[in-house]
């Protein structure tokens, strides 16, 4: 699952759960991509414990940057994006077409520039990459090895010609 949209329409819905209001119209989609950053629980219905810490620091403290660690937590979890740290740090002139590459290499579906700029914009924000719309490079702001230290041991070997995807079969097996 990818982002097809903004944060904030993201953040909108989040709200709406944490607030207890009724899903809104369209908020399906946008409740199955925080259950994927793991904000919301499978129920898509519930904060996950992330969740419940993005909305109290966000919504109920008013405290942007403490909303926005636990949005740089869940985003490391997010597999597009370890992809693209992992397939991307250090790579000098990399550009969102390198990043729907490597998306598109690592099998991930729904893949448009729409969705690439979303999730590059997502990642601005989290503090992993740095780009914006005016200058075209993006350049991966951690390098994998720290992004794993900051999120936990790593969970398996992965060789370096095709670390993402060792991961995520790894995880399938279990």
Known sequence: MLPDRGWPSYEDALRRVGERRPAAKGDDPLRAFLAAAGLLLEDRKTLSEAGVAYFNAKFIKGDAAAADAVLHRGVMDFPPATAVVQLLAG??????ARVETVLRSQGFGGVTDRVVAFLVTLMDRAGFVESNARSPPVVVLVLPA?????????????????????????????
């Open 91 to 96: 790579v000098p002139c990399a550009d969102r």
């Open 146 to 174: 720290t992004a794993a230290a900051e999120t936990g041991p790593p969970r398996g070997f992965a060789p370096p010609p095709t670390p993402f995807r060792n991961e995520v079969w790894r995880r399938l097996a279990h």
